[in-house]
C-alpha cells in the first residue's frame, strides 16, 4: 500500500486536498473520482514509499501536471443557449431512433455540435459504461450541463421519459436563445448610429478643428463665443493630460462601483434601480418574470419536485431581488403553504402571475399555468423590445443632430465673422 497526497476539484470550482491509503495510483485516481472531485494533482508525500508485494519499497515522484497549468488547461468555456440545445435535440433525436444510450453518445463523438467539444461525450459515454446514469456523467461536468439540466435528465430517468424530457430541454433553451437573440438585435441599430456618430464628432475634433484653428487665429478675427468653447475643447480632445485625468477618473468611478456592486446591498440597490428604471425597467422585469416561468414550468413538468425546481429558479434568474423573493417563496412552501400566497406575500410578483399560479393550484396544473405565463411574457417582451427601440432611435439620431450640428454652428459662425470683418 502507498499514501499518495491530492488535489483535486469540486464542482463548485473550489480546489481540496487530501491523502489516500491505495495500492497504486490507478487507484489513487479511482478513489477520487468515486468522491466526484476533478483530480487536478496526486503526489507521494515526502519520504513516503510504494510497498510491492514482495515487501520491497521504491520511491514515488509526482506524475500529474502542476495545479497552475492542470487548471488552465481544464478550463472550459460555458457553452451558448443555442449551442446546448444543438446538442439535446441531437441526442434525443438519436435515444428516440432506437440507440442504446452507450451507441448514441458514441454518435454524438461523431457529430458537429458547436461550443460543444467531442471530449463531452466521449466522457458521458465512458461514465456511463463504468456504472454511471446519464446526469451523474453529466454532473461530473458543471460547466457543460446546469443544475437544472441534470436534475431534469435525473428526472427523466427516473420517469422512463429521458426522450421527451430531452426535447423539452432543447425547447426551454432555445426559447431562451430566441428572447436573447431579439434583444441582441434591437440594440445593434442604436449601437450603430452612436458609434458613427461618436467617430464623425471625434475625428472633427482631433483632425479638422486644428486646421480651422490656425484659419482662425492668422486672420485675428474675435470668434463667436460658440466656435471660442468649441477650440477649447478640441484643446482638450489633444491634450495627453486632460486624457490621463479621464483615465484616472474613470478608472476610479469603475473601482468604487464594482466595490458597491460586490456588496449584498448594493446588488441589491443596483437590481431594484435596474427594475424600476422608466421603459428599460418594464423590459428588465418582463424578461426575468419570463425566465422564472418558463424555467419553473419547465422544471415541474419534469417531475423535479416543487422545492428541488424553486432552488434550481433561484439559481437561474440574475436579480438579486427576485432572487430573495423565491428564496422565501420556497421557505414558505416548506412550512406547507401553496406557492401563489407566499408569492404574493413577497410584493414582487405580478398580480398575473400570483392570479394564474393560484388557478394552477386548483386545478392541478401549475406547470401548465407557468408555461401560459412564461409565453404570455414573452410576446409582452417582443413588444417592449420594439417600443424601447422605437424610442432610443430618435433619441440617438436628435442627440447625434445636436452634437454635429454644434460643430457646423460653431465653424459657420466664425466663417460669417471672418467674412464681416473683410467686407469692412
Same mark, same amino acid.
Not at 477520487?32 to 514515488?60: C, F, H, T, W, Y
Not at 437544472?148 to 426535447?167: D, F, T
Not at 462601483?257 to 456588496?263: A, E
Not at 424600476?276 to 424578461?287: A, D, F, R, T, W
Given at each position: 500500500?502507498?499514501?499518495?497526497? @491530492?488535489?483535486?476539484? %469540486?464542482?463548485?470550482?473550489?480546489?481540496?486536498?487530501?491523502?489516500?491509503?491505495?495500492?497504486?495510483?490507478?487507484?489513487?485516481?479511482?478513489?477520487?473520482?468515486?468522491?466526484?472531485?476533478?483530480?487536478?494533482?496526486?503526489?507521494?508525500?515526502?519520504?513516503?514509499?510504494?510497498?510491492?508485494?514482495?515487501?520491497?519499497?521504491?520511491?514515488? =515522484?509526482?506524475?500529474? $501536471?502542476?495545479?497552475?497549468?492542470?487548471?488552465?488547461?481544464? /478550463?472550459?468555456?460555458?457553452?451558448? +443557449?443555442?449551442?446546448?440545445?444543438?446538442?439535446?435535440?441531437?441526442?434525443?433525436? +438519436? *435515444?428516440?431512433?432506437?440507440?442504446?444510450?452507450?451507441?448514441?453518445?458514441?454518435?454524438?463523438?461523431?457529430?458537429?455540435? %458547436?461550443?460543444?467539444?467531442?471530449?463531452?461525450?466521449?466522457?458521458?459515454?465512458?461514465?456511463?459504461?463504468?456504472?454511471?446514469?446519464?446526469?451523474?456523467?453529466?454532473?461530473?461536468?458543471?460547466?457543460?450541463?446546469?443544475?437544472? @439540466?441534470?436534475?431534469? #435528465?435525473?428526472?427523466?430517468?427516473?420517469?422512463?421519459?429521458?426522450?421527451?424530457?430531452?426535447?423539452?430541454?432543447?425547447?426551454?433553451?432555445?426559447?431562451?436563445?430566441? =428572447?436573447?437573440?431579439?434583444?441582441?438585435?434591437?440594440?445593434? @441599430?442604436?449601437?450603430?448610429?452612436?458609434? #458613427?456618430?461618436?467617430?464623425?464628432?471625434?475625428?472633427?475634433?482631433?483632425?479638422?478643428?486644428?486646421?480651422?484653428?490656425?484659419?482662425?487665429?492668422?486672420?485675428?478675427?474675435?470668434?463667436?463665443?460658440?466656435?471660442?468653447?468649441?477650440?477649447?475643447?478640441?484643446?482638450?480632445?489633444?491634450?495627453?493630460?486632460?486624457?490621463?485625468?479621464?483615465?484616472?477618473?474613470?478608472?476610479?468611478?469603475?473601482?468604487?462601483? $464594482?466595490?458597491?456592486?460586490?456588496?449584498?446591498?448594493?446588488?441589491?440597490?443596483?437590481?431594484?434601480?435596474?427594475?424600476?428604471?422608466?421603459?428599460?425597467?418594464?423590459?428588465?422585469?418582463?424578461?426575468?418574470?419570463?425566465?422564472?416561468?418558463?424555467?419553473?414550468?419547465? $422544471? *415541474?413538468?419534469?417531475? =423535479?419536485?416543487? $422545492?428541488?425546481?424553486?432552488?434550481?429558479?433561484?439559481?437561474?434568474?440574475?436579480?438579486?431581488? +427576485?432572487?430573495?423573493?423565491?428564496?422565501?417563496?420556497?421557505?414558505?412552501?416548506?412550512?406547507?403553504?401553496? +406557492?401563489?400566497?407566499?408569492?404574493?406575500?413577497?410584493?414582487?410578483?405580478?398580480?398575473?402571475?400570483?392570479?394564474?399560479? /393560484?388557478?394552477?393550484?386548483?386545478?392541478?396544473?401549475?406547470?401548465?399555468?407557468?408555461?401560459?405565463?412564461?409565453?404570455? @411574457?414573452?410576446?409582452? *417582451?417582443?413588444?417592449?423590445?420594439?417600443?424601447?427601440?422605437?424610442?432610443?432611435?430618435?433619441?440617438?439620431?436628435?442627440?447625434?443632430?445636436?452634437?454635429?450640428?454644434?460643430?457646423?454652428?460653431?465653424?459657420?459662425?466664425?466663417?460669417?465673422?471672418?467674412?464681416?470683418?473683410?467686407?469692412?
Amino acid at each position: 500500500m502507498a499514501q499518495f497526497s @491530492y488535489k483535486a476539484r %469540486k464542482r463548485s470550482g473550489e480546489v481540496v486536498q487530501g491523502v489516500l491509503d491505495v495500492a497504486d495510483r490507478g487507484a489513487a485516481l479511482t478513489a477520487i473520482q468515486k468522491m466526484g472531485l476533478l483530480p487536478v494533482a496526486l503526489e507521494m508525500p515526502k519520504g513516503g514509499v510504494v510497498v510491492d508485494n514482495k515487501g520491497g519499497s521504491k520511491r514515488s =515522484v509526482s506524475f500529474l $501536471l502542476p495545479l497552475a497549468l492542470r487548471e488552465a488547461l481544464t /478550463k472550459q468555456r460555458r457553452p451558448k +443557449l443555442q449551442e446546448v440545445a444543438t446538442f439535446t435535440q441531437q441526442l434525443a433525436n +438519436l *435515444l428516440n431512433s432506437g440507440m442504446a444510450l452507450t451507441v448514441a453518445l458514441n454518435s454524438m463523438t461523431h457529430l458537429e455540435s %458547436k461550443g460543444i467539444p467531442s471530449d463531452v461525450s466521449k466522457q458521458l459515454r465512458q461514465d456511463v459504461m463504468e456504472g454511471r446514469s446519464l446526469s451523474d456523467a453529466m454532473a461530473r461536468q458543471p460547466i457543460i450541463f446546469t443544475d437544472m @439540466y441534470i436534475n431534469m #435528465v435525473r428526472a427523466g430517468e427516473q420517469s422512463g421519459s429521458l426522450v421527451e424530457v430531452l426535447r423539452r430541454l432543447s425547447d426551454h433553451f432555445n426559447r431562451f436563445a430566441e =428572447v436573447q437573440a431579439k434583444f441582441v438585435s434591437a440594440m445593434i @441599430y442604436p449601437a450603430v448610429v452612436a458609434t #458613427v456618430g461618436f467617430g464623425i464628432i471625434i475625428f472633427f475634433m482631433t483632425y479638422m478643428l486644428p486646421k480651422f484653428k490656425e484659419i482662425f487665429i492668422g486672420l485675428k478675427v474675435e470668434l463667436p463665443t460658440s466656435t471660442k468653447a468649441l477650440i477649447a475643447m478640441g484643446d482638450l480632445f489633444v491634450s495627453p493630460s486632460f486624457w490621463v485625468m479621464v483615465g484616472l477618473m474613470v478608472s476610479a468611478l469603475a473601482v468604487l462601483f $464594482l466595490r458597491f456592486k460586490s456588496s449584498a446591498a448594493g446588488q441589491r440597490s443596483l437590481d431594484r434601480w435596474q427594475m424600476q428604471m422608466p421603459v428599460i425597467g418594464k423590459v428588465i422585469k418582463l424578461n426575468l418574470f419570463a425566465q422564472f416561468s418558463r424555467t419553473l414550468s419547465t $422544471l *415541474l413538468h419534469n417531475g =423535479v419536485p416543487v $422545492l428541488t425546481a424553486l432552488k434550481i429558479t433561484e439559481q437561474v434568474v440574475p436579480n438579486s431581488v +427576485l432572487k430573495t423573493a423565491i428564496a422565501q417563496t420556497r421557505e414558505a412552501v416548506t412550512d406547507g403553504k401553496t +406557492l401563489a400566497q407566499p408569492m404574493a406575500k413577497s410584493k414582487v410578483f405580478p398580480q398575473l402571475m400570483i392570479d394564474l399560479v /393560484k388557478i394552477g393550484e386548483d386545478t392541478g396544473d401549475v406547470p401548465g399555468a407557468l408555461k401560459n405565463l412564461a409565453e404570455t @411574457y414573452e410576446s409582452e *417582451l417582443i413588444l417592449a423590445l420594439r417600443v424601447m427601440t422605437n424610442l432610443i432611435e430618435p433619441l440617438m439620431i436628435i442627440f447625434m443632430a445636436l452634437g454635429v450640428g454644434f460643430l457646423l454652428f460653431s465653424i459657420l459662425s466664425a466663417m460669417f465673422a471672418i467674412t464681416s470683418s473683410i467686407g469692412r
